[in-house]
């Protein structure tokens, strides 16, 4: 067992913790692919959260994830983030909703005309404004942390597959997201790695934010996980509880 599983996520003190995500009676289905269907499901993650969702091998999960960020619509029930759902036409609560939740894509994930260091920022410059000496002092902690070289000026076409999915954590990781949607987040990394990104998770939602990963059930490293992790599989177009 890692030692991460010996550490104990931050557990509710005496005040309510607060419901990062919430399913209510969600029904959702994606016709044009083999994508996570669900009917009816219910599931809360709150603040210092980690869930998995354990998905069958042929099963993708890019459609149902995009879906929790408000890019798709479900066919009933809703999707809450932060105490906010998706619908109407308030765009800026939407994009103020959407820039704190950090994601790892299953998938493509990059806009190939620009540099990766041009992708890593974009989301933060674009929801957030933020200043790149900010996003640089952020970038270099996670790479140091990550053990990567720099990331220079190469398109993302031509740089190897570990490096880029790296570069993936961490542009989920800077700007401190509220929530962080993990798919398959483990693809194309070598298992040597494997303990350090789950630190990451784990020192996100020790300081505050919920996780969700969501993976196929034979690419989840169960037992590496902090051991108040909530995990799920799909059964019948339900989240079933597992352990």
């Known amino acids: 067992m890692s030692k991460h599983a010996t550490r104990t996520i931050v557990s509710a003190d005496a005040k309510p913790r607060r419901k990062v995500l919430v399913l209510e009676n969600l029904t959702f289905r994606d016709l044009t692919r083999q994508s996570l269907t669900l009917r009816n499901a219910n599931l809360t993650i709150c603040e210092n959260d980690l869930v998995t969702i354990g998905l069958p091998p042929s099963m993708e999960s890019r459609a149902f994830t995009s879906m ?6 479900p066919q009933d029930g809703r999707v809450l983030y932060d105490g906010n759902d998706w619908s109407g036409e308030n765009y800026v609560l939407h994009d103020r909703m959407r820039s704190e939740i950090g994601r790892v894509f299953d998938g493509k994930a990059w806009v190939e005309n620009m540099n990766i260091y041009e992708n890593v920022v974009l989301a933060q410059r674009h929801h957030r404004n933020r200043p790149l000496h900010e996003l640089d002092h952020e970038i270099q902690y996670w790479s140091r942390r990550f053990g990567i070289e720099p990331m220079n000026s190469q398109r993302p076409a031509f740089v ?7 570069c993936e954590w961490i542009r989920a990781l800077i700007g401190s997201p509220r929530l962080l949607l993990l798919e398959h987040p483990m693809r194309s990394v070598p298992s040597s ?13 020790e300081a505050g934010a919920a996780a969700l ?30 352990g």
């Not at 790695?193 to 939602?205: M, T």
């Not at 993976?215 to 995990?231: G, I, K, M, N």
């Open 213 to 242: 990963w969501i993976a196929p059930e034979s690419d989840l490293p169960r037992d590496q996980f902090p051991p108040s992790t909530r995990h799920f599989c799909v059964r019948e177009f339900q989240l079933s509880p597992v």
């Open 193 to 205: 790695r494997f303990e350090s990104l789950i630190q990451a998770v784990v020192s996100a939602i």
């Open 68 to 73: 929790l960020q408000g890019l798709r619509m």
């Open 160 to 166: 190897g597959k570990t490096f880029l999915r790296i």
